[in-house]
T-cell receptor
């Protein structure tokens, strides 16, 4: 069966520090991978998605970046965090067609102080 | 553009039925979904419905789709305290594989 792992679960980082969140998927190949941010208002904001190794699409310009160094690994990064980067970050995967919906990771609560 | 609307809160008594409503705008949407998010956790896919269906039932869950009005609803029968969560409606607009999510309905179940 397919599983998705996301870590860390919580993170407190100072302003200006770097960020690296990792997400891996097991039990499938060539998944579509996604990073979402959920702010206090609960809405989900799509940040990045990837349909293959090295293929990253950005939905929202910001100081975050994403990389997909391996088929089932998706990394969210920042060189210098801002206070506004605080939020709940969710990784998700889907089959190529996404017809049957996403499977989400358990999320990372990031607090920038 | 695409937009998915949901009411933000719903409060029900334990044992009653809950009905969470959603409206969407893209008439060419092929798939519509309901997700559940418990506090501090990721979203869990509850159920989905194809656009050529009117209804789908899965144990205590019933999904109704009114394509004419672009209205989707989720009915939870015999609501329990464990059903307290945020419920997200989502559609996949035609020509896309990326869903558009509503802002979520917070379901509060009280004794």
């Amino acid at each position: 069966s397919q599983t998705i792992h996301q870590w860390p679960a919580t993170l407190v980082q100072p302003v200006g520090s770097p960020l690296s969140l990792e997400c891996t998927v097991e039990g499938t190949s060539n998944p579509n991978l996604y990073w979402y941010r959920q702010a206090a208002g609960r809405g989900l904001q799509l940040l990045f998605y990837s349909v293959g190794i090295g293929q990253i699409s950005s939905e929202v310009p910001q100081n975050l970046s994403a990389s997909r160094p391996q088929d089932r690994q998706f990394i969210l990064s920042s060189k210098k965090l801002l206070l506004s980067d605080s939020g709940f970050y969710l990784c998700a995967w889907s089959e190529n067609t996404a017809n049957y919906g996403y499977t989400f990771g358990s999320g990372t609560r990031l607090t920038v102080v | 553009g695409e937009d998915v609307e949901q009411s933000l809160f719903l409060s029900v008594r334990e044992g009653d039925s809950s009905v969470i409503n959603c409206t969407y705008t893209d008439s060419s949407s092929t798939y519509l979904y309901w997700y559940k998010q418990e506090p501090g956790a990721g979203l869990q896919l509850l159920t989905y419905i194809f656009s050529n269906m009117d209804m789908k039932q899965d144990q205590r869950l019933t999904v109704l789709l009114n394509k004419k009005d672009k209205h989707l609803s989720l009915r939870i029968a015999d609501t329990q305290t464990g059903d307290s969560a945020i419920y997200f409606c989502a559609e996949i607009p035609g020509g896309s594989y990326i869903p558009t999510f509503g802002r979520g309905t917070s379901l509060i179940v009280h004794p």
